[in-house]
């Protein structure tokens, strides 16, 4: 075991651990209420889910991220991280109120749209962005300082919570999605506040941190983490915009997703280390060492996606029944489409590694934009509802991965920087599972 332990990155056992039972929880989660809720009440969930964790993790995620950058750099310089947790504060409230707003004023539609014409959902979407602010600001702060068993505490936290909730909302025959809506506010929030102490022990202290430290690279950062889940995420939504009345399609296609995408869990533990060994890399100008962990890394994730795609499109249909009691309407082709864009997905979240690591935010961002264009002109396509998500999902991954590729091999050797990347300080790896969180 402490062989182990000297062989990972500091942290990475204990939020790995956290971020287990968080993944855990997910498939808890959905697999009680596909057997509690009827098809167009798991329909509207499964849309709330999409929606919450497209958002909460593609706009927070960034602001954790240099919450934690920020935090790591004044420790490393004896500086207290209050000025830091107070800016960082400030900009994800500021975010939620422009999302709250934006969510009021569209409440009529967006309930009628999505959540047949349940008002309550819209509410519950509401408040499971601000738990998703609240966690992820708090989770900078504790990434920053290193305190690793506080941040795998807090995703243990809300996991077990969520598995603890759901257990109850099934034994007690609840029926209603607002209940198991009600989990993704209420668990992320009892996680911020059992993990509490030490970031109350960050507060104060210190001159003001400038506004220019925090949103260095915070545009481009959120553009990327946005359009990413968008690819991965957006299908569930589209199900309900073409046509409301496919209740079954919807719940049917989230419930596929969470099999599909079991690899991106594997590849969270990886990003811990992948990160930071290629920013070491293309820092010093090794381009050997650069090359070779990136195609060892694209060689791990093209084997975990392969064998995770095969099970799924072998047990995919059956699994989907056994476990979510979803509705019989995707078969063994619909599987192998989702297997092929969650393996060209897995190589997108590889290669963005590599451009992150070589400063090339904005090449990552173009990278993204090019995919979601993509997948929107794929999802026009005139094919049946499923089908056009599907093949949205996947033409989005694979037109992502292949721009990253060539704009990788337009950036020549890894040259030696004066300074390292923004994320090469503190990583993060709560956000990579694309929201089956």
Known sequence: MRRLVNLVPPGTLAVGAGLALLGLASYVHLAVAGHSLTEADYSSLSVLWSIVFTLGIGVFLPVEQEVARVVAARRSQGLPPGPVLARGAALAAGVLALMVLAVAAAYRPLADRLFAGDGSMVLVLIGALAAMAVAYTTRGVLSGLQLFPWYGGQLGV??????????????????????YGLVLVIAPLAGVLLTLPPVLRAVGGGVPVAWSALLRGLGLLTVSSLLSQVVVNVGVINVRLLDPSDVATAGALLSALVLVRIPLFVFASLQASLLPGLATSATTGDHAAFHGLLRRALGVVTALGLLG??????????LVRALFDAPDVLGHGDFAWLAVATLAYLWAMVL???????????????AWTVGVAALIVATLAPLSVALR??????????????????LLRGAGRPVPAAHP??????PSVTGVTGGIR
């Open 309 to 318: 795609g095969l099970g799924a499109v072998l047990l995919g249909p059956w």
């Open 352 to 366: 963005g590694q590599a451009l992150l690591a070589l400063d090339r935010h904005r090449a990552q961002a173009v």
């Open 389 to 406: 998500v599907e093949l949205g999902y996947t033409v989005g991954s694979v037109v992502v991965a292949a721009t990253m590729a060539v």
């Open 158 to 179: 809300d996991g077990g919570l969520r598995i603890g909730m759901v257990a109850l909302l099934g034994l007690t025959g609840v029926t209603s999605p607002l209940w």
């Open 421 to 426: 990347p923004l994320e090469a300080v503190a």
